[in-house]
């Protein structure tokens, strides 16, 4: 179990001294990517034109993009690959919605929502096997929306954008584009995006997907700047994962060449994932910590230590305790549930994995442990290192929104739909199962 099937899977898709050219699942995914990036990027000012056409539900026109993804993923990882994976992680789709619909609601719009939600993720694992900032035209674009993220924030510092207080509604949910609440009385701005997290995520992950493909002073560059918007933003958990990351690549860079290797960052991958499980010692260990009396700073992270992290648990408890099995289905806890009966049992829980164990319940296990032996296994570096801030970022966020976190996740653990069970494939078969990529001369 556990070996990358093929030569090329083993290459993460890169070709030396070629252009790769992609046609089916991964142009689907890409394309899919490319939407999920530009909208939310530009969110506000896309929900702000779309209200002046009087055309808002065109914002959904993106996630068409997302939805042609799924359909290709499904066809070439599950039906021609019959990659194991792709097959399990397939069928939790209609499982967990039948869930979501037994236990929280029936209404089509919060099941729909629900399933709008996780499809970035399948979009992101289109991308199997493929290093896509590679690509010079898409390294362009992840480039160009990294500093508009970058601009748009501190602009939205100086400044009231037209869009300001807007107020869109979706099947009677109302959300304002607007500067809402404050940190330590300092104001979050959203910059183009229109919230301060995703405006922060947007440029983190833009720029930690080129960071290998440009020269180590830009990338280091960048990392600052993007550290910085983070900053006025008041996104710290993007700011930690960004101070870091620059450090991480710094130090690669010009101090310690041993972090370069290949080795280094599977371990550096691998090791994350004991984020998974701190949540576990940090609420048995909560009585006899404050961080609160250690820095007020730390409220926050204090409240989801003695809450956000245990509310899960504790309202499946008490509603559907069988669902601490099984899960409460897709998107029962966090945003799509706003259209459910659930909408005023709705409370932050701030981290993808207990976010994900309490919709999946023990049918997450499986998937965790392909995660953690697809970083053990991985070779593009790029990859492994954003499994690493993801994981991070994660550890205080749930990471389900935007939509192009999830796409990265995808893309970042795509790697698991290239693990075979059993021995490896190699000759033309390894080239059989890569007929979607072409390289050009």
Same mark, same amino acid.
């Given at each position: %179990?556990?070996?990358?099937?093929?030569?090329?899977?083993?290459?993460?898709?890169?070709?030396?001294?070629? !252009?790769?050219?992609? !046609?089916?699942?991964?142009?689907?995914?890409?394309?899919?990517?490319?939407?999920?990036?530009?909208?939310?990027?530009?969110?506000?000012?896309?929900?702000?034109?779309?209200?002046?056409?009087?055309?808002?539900?065109?914002?959904?026109?993106?996630?068409?993009?997302?939805?042609?993804?799924?359909?290709?993923?499904?066809?070439?990882?599950?039906?021609?690959?019959?990659?194991?994976? =792709?097959?399990?992680?397939?069928? $939790?789709?209609?499982?967990?919605?039948?869930?979501?619909?037994? /236990?929280?609601?029936?209404?089509? =719009?919060?099941?729909?929502?629900?399933? *709008?939600?996780?499809?970035?993720?399948? #979009?992101?694992?289109?991308?199997?096997?493929?290093?896509?900032?590679?690509?010079?035209?898409?390294?362009?674009?992840?480039?160009?929306?990294?500093?508009?993220?970058?601009?748009?924030?501190?602009?939205?510092?100086?400044?009231?954008?037209?869009?300001?207080?807007?107020?869109?509604? +979706?099947?009677?949910?109302?959300?304002?584009?607007?500067?809402?609440?404050?940190?330590?009385?300092?104001?979050?701005?959203?910059? &183009?995006?229109?919230?301060?997290?995703?405006?922060?995520?947007?440029?983190?992950?833009?720029?930690? %997907?080129?960071?290998? *493909?440009?020269?180590?002073?830009?990338?280091?560059?960048?990392?600052?700047?993007?550290?910085?918007?983070?900053?006025?933003?008041?996104?710290?958990?993007?700011?930690?994962?960004?101070?870091?990351? /620059?450090?991480?690549?710094?130090?690669?860079?010009?101090? $310690?060449?041993?972090?370069?290797? *290949?080795?280094?960052?599977?371990? $550096?991958?691998?090791?994350?994932?004991?984020?998974?499980?701190?949540?576990?010692?940090?609420?048995?260990?909560?009585?006899?910590?404050?961080?609160?009396? %250690?820095?007020?700073?730390?409220?926050?992270?204090? +409240?989801?230590?003695?809450?956000?992290?245990?509310?899960?648990?504790?309202?499946?408890? +008490?509603?559907?305790?069988?669902?601490?099995?099984?899960?409460?289905?897709?998107?029962?806890?966090?945003?799509?549930?706003?259209?459910?009966?659930?909408?005023?049992?709705?409370?932050?829980?701030?981290?993808?994995?207990?976010?994900?164990?309490? %919709?999946?319940?023990?049918?997450?296990?499986?998937?965790?442990?392909?995660?953690?032996?697809? #970083?053990?296994?991985?070779?593009?570096?790029? *990859?492994?290192?954003?499994?690493?801030?993801?994981?991070?970022?994660?550890? &205080?966020?749930?990471?389900?929104?935007?939509?192009?976190?999830?796409? /990265?996740?995808?893309?970042? /653990?795509?790697?698991?739909?290239?693990?075979?069970?059993?021995?490896?494939?190699?000759?033309?078969?390894?080239?059989?199962?890569?007929?979607?990529?072409?390289?050009?001369?």
């Amino acid at each position: %179990m556990g070996i990358y099937s093929g030569e090329l899977s083993a290459l993460g898709g890169t070709w030396q001294g070629t !252009r790769m050219r992609l !046609r089916g699942a991964p142009l689907f995914g890409l394309v899919a990517g490319v939407g999920y990036l530009t909208r939310d990027a530009f969110a506000a000012i896309w929900r702000w034109l779309f209200d002046l056409a009087d055309i808002p539900f065109a914002w959904f026109a993106f996630d068409l993009l997302g939805f042609a993804a799924l359909g290709a993923f499904g066809w070439t990882f599950a039906v021609k690959r019959t990659s194991p994976f =792709a097959l399990y992680t397939l069928a $939790l789709l209609p499982i967990s919605v039948v869930v979501a619909a037994l /236990t929280v609601d029936s209404d089509p =719009a919060f099941l729909g929502a629900a399933v *709008k939600m996780i499809v970035p993720l399948y #979009a992101g694992w289109c991308l199997a096997g493929v290093d896509l900032p590679a690509m010079l035209r898409v390294r362009r674009v992840l480039f160009v929306i990294c500093l508009a993220s970058i601009f748009g924030i501190a602009l939205d510092a100086l400044m009231d954008f037209p869009w300001s207080g807007l107020s869109v509604d +979706q099947f009677g949910v109302s959300k304002t584009v607007d500067k809402v609440w404050s940190i330590d009385s300092v104001t979050r701005v959203g910059g &183009f995006a229109g919230e301060s997290t995703a405006a922060a995520a947007v440029a983190l992950f833009a720029w930690l %997907m080129i960071h290998r *493909k440009v020269a180590p002073a830009l990338s280091v560059i960048l990392g600052i700047c993007v550290a910085a918007a983070c900053y006025v933003a008041t996104s710290r958990t993007a700011l930690g994962v960004a101070v870091l990351a /620059t450090g991480w690549i710094a130090a690669e860079a010009w101090l $310690l060449a041993g972090l370069r290797s *290949k080795s280094a960052h599977r371990f $550096l991958a691998t090791c994350s994932f004991a984020l998974v499980f701190l949540p576990l010692v940090l609420v048995a260990s909560a009585s006899a910590l404050s961080f609160a009396e %250690m820095s007020t700073s730390l409220t926050s992270f204090e +409240q989801r230590i003695e809450a956000s992290w245990q509310y899960p648990f504790a309202l499946l408890a +008490q509603r559907s305790p069988v669902s601490l099995a099984t899960g409460c289905g897709l998107g029962c806890l966090n945003f799509p549930a706003r259209y459910s009966e659930w909408a005023s049992l709705l409370q932050p829980v701030d981290n993808f994995y207990i976010l994900s164990f309490a %919709m999946f319940g023990l049918f997450f296990v499986p998937v965790l442990a392909v995660l953690v032996l697809t #970083a053990a296994k991985g070779d593009d570096r790029t *990859k492994l290192l954003l499994i690493a801030t993801i994981n991070l970022y994660t550890f &205080f966020l749930e990471g389900f929104s935007p939509s192009f976190t999830l796409f /990265t996740i995808g893309y970042a /653990t795509s790697g698991m739909h290239l693990l075979q069970l059993g021995r490896s494939v190699s000759g033309k078969r390894a080239q059989g199962r890569f007929e979607d990529f072409q390289t050009a001369a």
